[in-house]
């Protein structure tokens, strides 16, 4: 169930991303009558910058937007409405023949795929166990890392399509194909059984559990049965304590202070990952590779298996790391190793590229730190934001939860990519050395305030926020 959702995951990270080849289509420019060089090149960069900014702003609405959806119609239904979305918004791009109406569409995809981006974990988690969540949700990271990938190769496979607007239409459409596919495919997935139960469907939801967490070593479905009482229990609890606490309305949440610790590891992990310059890297890579010399396809290619890396090492950190090692510690190896990466980027800039230098070696460092900070992006930071997030919120909150910590992702990513045009124009290499500082602070903060989830339940996590837990099933260690 979680791997087929991760379709929608694909298909977010496809299209978040597939700009960044589409700007190395020369027919792209030219169907919209943007300058690739001379007096019109500002212009351009205006245009370009807008169209990722409004991209992002939409991503950040459709965020905010499941808030209310994921609490009053269910997670599954959450994702069918934003699957339609992004259909509509696909469907629009494909055909968009001037650029108001392909600013319109981008912010309606954006809208879709930020209801996806946040829907996805949210149903993934709260359908896992808790021994191999991070797994489970790190299927979202390993999706978007295909999604990056599928997008290289389409881009550069049809930048030989130079005579038609094939060569920027048709990446475009191929969006439809995974939104279309999860639309499907989620008439035959159950709702989260955590949703069911808040809505007084019991029934339903231990149909669910024991659908999805029978052993056949255990017949009688203790752990099923342990983990359905689990539920139940803090249910029951957490009902009790909001009417103790007077709390009726959603905004009531945020005067309890163990909601707003929540909100801050919340906010504070993904304007971590925001604040790597990720986003900036995948949409504007084209550019930086022109900048490092690099003309024609072959900056394309390299995109397309620069994303390669990136699906890997989001499996990686699935597979391999966060169940094993930790969410805490790999995040905090993310963050140190690309901030390295970017300071390395920033001084290969100011002494090769703003000097105009034909140095091969110098300039082929540029391309290998590019990868080098993928490998640890992805690896530790990018599926890790997406565990951290549906992990930290308590059922009654984690809907609002998940959509502010991820839209606050997104206005900060609406703020770099829409900026990233000019600053590269203007401020060069101190780009790179802005996002280095911002690593610095980001990664105290992490060291600091964030607490360490791996092994427990969503419903002990409460205890690492001083909130009560009615039962305990699993006995993992609890660190700050």
């Not at 912010?107 to 797994?135: D, H, N, T």
Request: proline content about 4%; glycine content about 10%.
């Amino acid at each position: 169930v979680t791997l087929f959702v991760a379709i929608g995951s694909i298909g977010y990270g496809y299209a978040a991303s597939i700009i960044g080849q589409v700007l190395g289509q020369p027919q792209f420019f030219e169907s919209f009558n943007l300058a690739q060089e001379g007096p019109g090149l500002d212009y351009t960069n205006a245009i370009i910058g807008a169209m990722n900014g409004i991209f992002f702003a939409g991503t950040t609405l459709g965020c905010l937007f499941i808030a209310w959806t994921a609490t009053a119609f269910g997670r599954l239904r959450t994702i069918q409405i934003a699957s339609c979305v992004c259909i509509f918004g696909a469907a629009l791009m494909a055909g968009s023949i001037n650029i108001p109406m392909y600013l319109a569409s981008r912010f309606i995809m954006g809208w879709g795929v930020g209801m996806m981006v946040c829907g996805i974990p949210l149903y993934q988690a709260e359908l896992s166990p808790p021994k191999s969540r991070g797994f489970h949700v790190g299927l979202h990271g390993s999706g978007l890392g295909c999604g990056y990938s599928l997008s290289g190769f389409t881009g550069f496979g049809c930048f030989y399509a130079a005579k038609s607007s094939f060569q920027w239409r048709f990446p475009f459409a191929l969006q439809l194909v995974p939104m279309i596919i999860l639309l499907c495919g989620t008439f035959f997935l159950p709702e989260s059984p955590r949703w069911l139960l808040s809505n007084d469907r019991k029934e339903e939801a231990w149909k669910v559990i024991q659908r999805l967490h029978s052993d056949p070593n255990d017949p009688n479905d203790t752990f099923a049965k342990s983990e359905m009482y689990q539920m139940t229990e803090q249910f029951t609890l957490d009902n009790a304590r909001m009417r103790t606490l007077g709390i009726t309305k959603w905004w009531h949440f945020f005067q309890q202070p163990s909601y707003r610790k929540r909100l801050v590891v919340g906010v504070g992990a993904t304007l971590t990952v925001a604040c790597s310059m990720n986003l900036v890297m995948n949409n504007y890579q084209v550019h930086i590779y022109n900048q490092l010399g690099l003309n024609g396809g072959i900056p394309i290619l390299l995109l397309a298996i620069w994303n390669v890396f990136g699906m890997l090492g989001n499996m990686n950190g699935a597979i391999l790391l966060m169940d094993r090692f930790g969410r805490k510690n790999v995040f905090m190896l993310g963050i140190a190793s690309t901030a390295a990466c970017l300071a390395a980027e920033a001084a290969l800039t100011k002494y090769f590229v703003q000097t105009g230098s034909t140095n091969r070696v110098g300039l082929g460092f540029g391309v290998f730190f590019i990868f080098l900070y993928v490998v640890f992006f992805a690896s530790c930071m990018d599926a890790q934001q997406y565990v951290f997030v549906s992990e930290t919120f308590p059922m009654e909150f984690r809907s609002i939860g998940v959509a502010i910590s991820l839209a606050a992702q997104y206005c900060a990513a609406a703020l770099f990519v829409g900026v990233a045009p000019i600053s590269f124009a203007n401020i060069g290499y101190l780009f790179y050395v802005l996002f280095v500082c911002l690593d610095v602070c980001t990664f105290f903060f992490v060291w600091k305030f964030i607490p360490e989830m791996k092994g427990l339940s969503l419903e002990e996590i409460n205890e690492l926020f001083g909130d009560p837990v009615a039962v305990h099933i699993t006995h993992a260690d609890k660190q700050e």
